[in-house]
């Protein structure tokens, strides 16, 4: 059996302030979903331990995640969120240095204009990561990924992954203006990619696997498998897919790799990357 570890998915006390984005037709995952509720389901699916990443944009949230991996075995590490923008960044950064499942940090870069990722004092925050061993994840959509480009040029050390293979228009079967951003920052050996959020991405009540395969074949065919790995984006992709339909999928996707590829985008990239 291989091992797997889901590097995406969230806990969240739902409450319509802080979930905002959670809307009417999305209306199966206003409720709360927490370790308890996650762990049955890993362990349905063979799934070995999870990456709990960050939902809600403040070191509180931050902070309770922290404490639920402590809690859990199973959660084998958390990507939070801190201020990059901050004057305190370093301290901050220092203070988060002391938790060993704190792994990096995301923003939700998705809903800022492309520019955000590009200010200085901004830049200033992704440069304190390194020398504290943090990842970033960076959450974009398409119209992004130039900025992300140039972000990236300017932290060749700094491991990166972009989430959600930046949430092509796989809906609208829209694939060239995306492809060729995939493929410039695949270019760059510190980049990884999740493959993960892609349902959400696509006819949630119609897709089939022919609707998303073109777009593994960019990610798989820029990054090679060497630096992608699964993720489930749980429980947001119940909108559009049981936790199973979606692992089912990507194991046959890469059925006919070697073992040995398997196990790096299953498991062993992961580990690699976040320090697992």
């Known amino acids: 059996m291989i091992k797997v570890i889901d590097t995406h998915q969230h806990f969240w006390k739902y409450n319509p302030v802080d979930y905002g984005w959670i809307t009417d037709d999305m209306s199966v995952i206003r409720k709360n979903f927490l370790p308890a509720d996650l762990s049955i389901v890993l362990k349905e699916n063979g799934v070995d331990a999870c990456v709990s990443v960050q939902a809600d944009q403040t070191e509180a949230e931050t902070d309770w995640l922290l404490q639920m991996a402590e809690e859990n075995e199973f959660i084998a590490g958390v990507v939070g969120w801190v201020d990059l923008r901050s004057a305190q960044i370093e ?3 220092k203070h988060y240095s002391r938790f060993k499942k704190l792994k990096g940090f995301r923003h939700v870069l998705q809903g800022e204009e492309p520019a955000f990722m590009l200010q200085k004092d901004f830049l200033n925050g992704i440069s304190k990561l390194q020398q504290f061993g ?5 959450l974009i959509f398409p119209q992004h990924l ?3 480009l140039q972000l990236v ?3 060749p050390n700094q491991a990166f ?4 293979i930046a949430k092509p228009f796989i809906k609208d079967g829209k694939i060239d203006g995306w492809k060729d951003g995939m493929e410039k920052i695949a270019r760059h050996q ?7 959020g892609m349902v959400t991405e696509a006819d949630w ?10 777009y593994i074949d960019v990610v798989v065919n820029s990054f090679g498998t060497g630096r992608v790995m699964f993720g489930s984006d749980w429980p947001v992709c119940l909108v559009a897919a049981q936790y199973q339909q979606w692992l089912s999928f ?16 299953f498991s062993k990239n992961a580990s690699t990357f976040y320090g697992l």
Do not use: G, M
Not at 134 to 138: L, N, P, Q, R
Not at 190 to 196: F, G, T
Not at 205 to 214: A, E, I
Not at 250 to 265: D, G, L, R, T
């Open 91 to 93: 301290e901050r950064l």
């Open 134 to 138: 943090f990842t970033y994840d960076i």
């Open 146 to 148: 130039d900025a992300a």
């Open 153 to 155: 040029q300017q932290f």
């Open 161 to 164: 992954v972009i989430d959600h």
């Open 190 to 196: 510190n980049v990884y990619c999740k493959l993960s």
């Open 205 to 214: 009540k119609n897709w089939t696997p022919y609707d998303l395969r073109p």
């Open 250 to 265: 990507v194991k046959n996707y890469f059925a006919s790799y070697s073992i040995k590829e398997q196990e790096a985008i």
